[in-house]
Nanobody
Framework: QVQVVESGGGLVQVGGSLRLSCTVS????????MGWFRQAPGKEREGVSC????????YYANSVNGRFTASRDNTKNTLYLQMNSLKPEDTAMYYC????????????????????WGQGTQVTVSS
Protein backbone atom coordinates (compact mmCIF):
# COMPACT_ATOMS: atom_id res chain seq x y z
CA GLN A 1 0.00 0.00 0.00
CA VAL A 2 1.47 3.32 -1.10
CA GLN A 3 1.54 6.07 1.50
CA VAL A 4 2.52 9.66 0.81
CA VAL A 5 2.70 11.93 3.85
CA GLU A 6 3.51 15.64 3.77
CA SER A 7 4.63 17.67 6.76
CA GLY A 8 6.18 21.01 7.64
CA GLY A 9 3.42 23.42 6.76
CA GLY A 10 2.35 26.24 9.01
CA LEU A 11 1.82 29.96 9.42
CA VAL A 12 4.65 32.27 8.41
CA GLN A 13 5.03 35.98 7.80
CA VAL A 14 5.72 37.53 4.43
CA GLY A 15 9.38 37.07 3.54
CA GLY A 16 9.77 34.07 5.80
CA SER A 17 10.75 30.51 5.04
CA LEU A 18 9.37 27.02 5.48
CA ARG A 19 10.64 23.57 4.61
CA LEU A 20 8.15 20.94 3.59
CA SER A 21 8.89 17.24 3.72
CA CYS A 22 7.19 14.30 2.05
CA THR A 23 7.84 10.74 3.10
CA VAL A 24 6.81 7.92 0.79
CA SER A 25 6.40 4.22 1.53
CA UNK A 26 5.04 1.21 -0.31
CA UNK A 27 6.90 1.81 -3.56
CA UNK A 28 10.45 1.88 -4.90
CA UNK A 29 11.08 5.57 -4.36
CA UNK A 30 13.85 6.05 -6.91
CA UNK A 31 11.67 4.56 -9.67
CA UNK A 32 9.42 7.62 -9.39
CA UNK A 33 9.66 11.23 -10.40
CA MET A 34 8.23 13.40 -7.63
CA GLY A 35 6.15 16.53 -7.78
CA TRP A 36 4.99 19.32 -5.54
CA PHE A 37 1.61 20.87 -6.22
CA ARG A 38 -0.48 23.47 -4.45
CA GLN A 39 -4.10 24.46 -4.38
CA ALA A 40 -5.53 27.68 -3.02
CA PRO A 41 -9.21 28.01 -2.12
CA GLY A 42 -11.32 28.42 -5.24
CA LYS A 43 -8.42 27.73 -7.57
CA GLU A 44 -7.20 24.78 -9.56
CA ARG A 45 -4.34 22.62 -8.36
CA GLU A 46 -1.11 23.87 -9.90
CA GLY A 47 2.28 22.30 -10.35
CA VAL A 48 5.07 23.83 -8.29
CA SER A 49 8.00 21.53 -9.07
CA CYS A 50 8.98 18.22 -10.60
CA UNK A 51 12.19 16.44 -9.66
CA UNK A 52 13.75 13.58 -11.58
CA UNK A 53 14.39 10.17 -10.10
CA UNK A 54 18.00 10.98 -9.28
CA UNK A 55 17.29 14.54 -8.23
CA UNK A 56 19.63 15.89 -10.88
CA UNK A 57 16.92 17.61 -12.94
CA UNK A 58 14.34 19.88 -11.37
CA TYR A 59 11.62 21.98 -12.94
CA TYR A 60 9.82 24.87 -11.30
CA ALA A 61 6.75 26.94 -11.97
CA ASN A 62 7.63 30.50 -12.99
CA SER A 63 5.85 31.80 -9.91
CA VAL A 64 8.27 30.08 -7.51
CA ASN A 65 11.48 29.89 -9.55
CA GLY A 66 14.36 31.40 -7.61
CA ARG A 67 12.51 31.23 -4.28
CA PHE A 68 11.71 27.53 -3.88
CA THR A 69 14.14 24.62 -4.01
CA ALA A 70 13.08 21.01 -4.35
CA SER A 71 15.33 18.12 -3.39
CA ARG A 72 15.07 14.46 -2.56
CA ASP A 73 16.93 11.92 -0.46
CA ASN A 74 16.47 8.51 -2.02
CA THR A 75 18.09 6.82 0.99
CA LYS A 76 15.27 8.17 3.16
CA ASN A 77 12.41 7.97 0.64
CA THR A 78 11.85 11.65 1.29
CA LEU A 79 11.16 14.69 -0.85
CA TYR A 80 11.71 18.25 0.33
CA LEU A 81 10.61 21.74 -0.67
CA GLN A 82 12.55 24.65 0.76
CA MET A 83 10.42 27.79 0.40
CA ASN A 84 12.06 31.19 0.89
CA SER A 85 10.86 34.77 0.44
CA LEU A 86 7.29 33.63 0.90
CA LYS A 87 4.46 35.80 -0.38
CA PRO A 88 0.75 35.91 0.50
CA GLU A 89 -0.01 34.36 -2.88
CA ASP A 90 1.94 31.26 -1.82
CA THR A 91 -0.83 30.49 0.66
CA ALA A 92 -2.29 27.11 -0.30
CA MET A 93 -2.53 23.46 0.56
CA TYR A 94 0.68 21.84 -0.66
CA TYR A 95 0.67 18.30 -2.00
CA CYS A 96 3.36 15.80 -2.79
CA UNK A 97 2.87 13.31 -5.62
CA UNK A 98 4.69 10.34 -7.11
CA UNK A 99 4.74 9.45 -10.81
CA UNK A 100 6.05 6.20 -12.26
CA UNK A 101 8.04 7.76 -15.08
CA UNK A 102 11.65 7.82 -16.23
CA UNK A 103 11.78 11.62 -16.47
CA UNK A 104 9.61 14.63 -15.66
CA UNK A 105 7.50 15.01 -18.80
CA UNK A 106 6.64 18.30 -20.50
CA UNK A 107 3.24 17.89 -18.89
CA UNK A 108 4.68 17.64 -15.38
CA UNK A 109 2.57 20.52 -14.08
CA UNK A 110 -0.65 18.65 -14.87
CA UNK A 111 -1.94 16.71 -11.86
CA UNK A 112 -2.82 13.72 -14.04
CA UNK A 113 0.90 13.10 -14.58
CA UNK A 114 1.14 11.69 -11.06
CA UNK A 115 -0.61 8.66 -9.67
CA UNK A 116 -0.03 8.72 -5.92
CA TRP A 117 -0.85 11.68 -3.73
CA GLY A 118 -0.62 12.75 -0.13
CA GLN A 119 -3.28 14.50 1.90
CA GLY A 120 -1.48 17.83 1.84
CA THR A 121 -0.03 20.28 4.33
CA GLN A 122 -1.33 23.83 4.74
CA VAL A 123 0.94 26.81 4.19
CA THR A 124 -0.37 30.23 5.18
CA VAL A 125 1.62 33.39 4.57
CA SER A 126 0.39 36.36 6.52
CA SER A 127 1.00 40.00 5.73
Amino acid sequence: QVQVVESGGGLVQVGGSLRLSCTVSGLTFDDYVMGWFRQAPGKEREGVSCISRSGATIYYANSVNGRFTASRDNTKNTLYLQMNSLKPEDTAMYYCAAGLRSVCPDSWSAPGTFGSWGQGTQVTVSS
